[in-house]
């Protein structure tokens, strides 16, 4: 009912609702009520005409004299004024009435739940758009986006009135069986179509998760550092999350002691750690495979960048290799096509199929068939394969820049990681003083740094710095690279930062 355009129509459909959902009290009582708060919140601004006593009885089936008792009341205290031979209007109150609505009502429900206040604490650093050193961010400059516009623009007009209702399988027929055989010949997923449910994007995928296999309370292991996207999820399904060491080898669940809180859920990127890089040793496979049966726990296998591996050929997914314990394998097109794309998938084990199909249309609701279209053909027509053979190579050379242009900075001290695979590397850093000022200072040049001290939840963090390097061209990587440079070479002192 807020405007300063309050129409007296408004006002009569704003009444009826009221009167519809307040019960309390007689009837003058509760059209006294609504309009002295409209008034008092100033939602009925100053000078708004109310509608005549006549047509608020009519339309609101009241009583002409209940409407002029409540009027009545309204005139006697000062809210609203008879103007003559015009009916009543809303008074110029410069003051608010004593008792008025300035300040916080003192009840909890204006306050953020304690879950959406911890959510809110991982989204501190979103990416604001920029390209250099974002992490996560492909290169967006070199997608087809004629071919895709294309395909896109032929896919939208043959949609079928059929993909225009609400939808609950899952996802495109066509787009899961595309999928399904990337997965198997290039990932070595062990699946059918049919065990393929299509999201938008792999967060959704986590957040399914989080609610359908696990109940407030329960614990998820997570990666120590690990990927802020997955946690948030956790975090705002009520999962307490236990951080567990990565080492050159992955996640290292031994070195928790023998008394820490069983899983429920373990969280992993075996092929490659986000943010650390490392890829998962097959012992490491194998041990927390048996280690996840141990627990009666789900493996989930976020496979975000596998593709971009540059001296070795792909790691197959721990989902192929795990023939006992429920692995979901989590996939998303946002790194080898765009993330606004909005569109990956979970390939989960056939029992859940159905459940998790159920409460995807439930609480999500599916769309976008006219673009799954599209993409099953990307898939199918071989432009998806070269795409991901084409950015391999501009990543490699992109990574190449990053390292020149890091170069003089390496002579004198910076560490970067090896870089086998992926969109960014990790520069090592000797404090998080020096953390927060190179952290600050890439802010006021509108270069994204991203702290590695952030990926960390519990209190030992590493210093350092994720440099993506994937989103931005060779000139923005020199640009901010011989920015960054400088700023490392003339670092303070770290005894007196
Ligand atoms: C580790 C990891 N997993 C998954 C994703 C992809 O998430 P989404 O598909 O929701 O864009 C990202 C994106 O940054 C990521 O870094």
């Not at 998303?332 to 909005?342: A, D, E, I, N």
Request: glycine share 8%; aromatic share 8%; with cysteine.
């Amino acid at each position: 009912m807020s405007t300063a355009r309050t129409s007296s129509e408004w006002i009569v459909e704003a009444l009826a609702l009221y009167l519809a959902s307040h019960h309390t009290g007689t009837r003058v009582q509760r059209l006294y009520d609504a309009l002295r708060g409209w008034i008092q919140h100033g939602e009925l601004h100053t000078g708004s005409a109310l509608p005549s006593s006549r047509h608020l009885a009519q339309s609101l089936g009241l009583g002409r004299n209940t409407v002029l008792a409540a009027m009545d009341r309204l005139v006697a205290e000062g809210f609203v004024v008879p103007r003559r031979g015009a009916g009543l209007y809303v008074a110029d109150l410069p003051q608010p009435p004593i008792g008025m609505t300035e300040q916080a009502p003192a009840t909890d429900m204006q306050h953020l739940s304690r879950r959406a206040e911890q959510l809110l604490s991982f989204c501190t650093t979103l990416n604001g758009g920029q390209r250099a050193f974002a992490p996560g961010v492909p290169a967006l400059d070199r997608f087809p986006c004629e071919r895709w516009q294309r395909l896109l623009r032929r896919h939208q007009h043959r949609a079928c009135e059929a993909w225009m209702n609400y939808q609950t399988q899952g996802g495109l027929a066509v787009l899961k069986t595309a999928l399904c055989d990337y997965l198997r010949l290039s990932r070595s997923v062990n699946c059918r179509p049919e065990q393929i449910l299509i999201t938008q994007g792999a967060q959704q995928g986590f957040e399914l998760i989080a609610r359908l296999l696990a109940d407030p309370g329960d614990v998820a292991w997570i990666e120590e550092p690990g990927y802020g996207g997955a946690q948030s999820c956790f975090v705002s399904a009520g999962l307490n999350m236990l951080p567990v060491a990565v080492d050159e080898e992955g996640i290292a669940p031994d070195s928790l002691p023998p008394d820490a809180p069983a899983p429920r859920l373990i969280y992993v990127t075996p092929s490659h750690q986000y943010p650390s890089g490392v890829t998962m040793s097959m012992a490491r496979r194998l041990a927390l495979l048996a280690c996840a049966e141990r627990h009666g726990a789900w493996i989930i296998e976020d496979d975000y960048d596998s593709e971009f591996r540059y001296a070795t050929p792909p790691v197959a997914s721990l989902q192929g290799l795990a023939e006992r314990v429920p692995v979901i394998y989590v996939g998303t097109f946002s790194k080898v096509l765009y993330p606004g794309l909005r569109l990956g998938y979970l390939v989960l084990p056939e029992r859940l199929m159905d459940d998790f199909r159920r409460a995807n249309a439930r609480l999500h609701r599916e769309g976008q068939y006219a673009v799954q279209s599209a993409l099953a053909e990307f898939l199918v027509e071989g432009h998806f394969a070269r795409h991901v053979a084409r950015m391999r190579h501009c990543y490699r050379q992109r990574q190449a820049y990053l390292r020149e242009a890091l170069a003089p900075a390496v002579a004198h001290g910076l560490v970067l990681s090896q870089g086998q695979a992926g969109m960014h590397l990790v520069a090592r850093l000797d404090s998080l003083e020096q953390e927060r000022w190179l952290v600050e200072r890439g802010h006021e040049q509108g270069i994204a740094l991203s702290a590695l001290s952030r990926f960390y939840l519990g209190e030992e963090k590493m210093p350092g710095l994720v440099l993506g390097y994937a989103g931005a061209d060779e000139a923005e990587i020199a640009r901010a690279g011989g920015w960054l440079c400088q700023a490392w070479l003339s670092r303070p002192d770290p005894a007196q930062a």
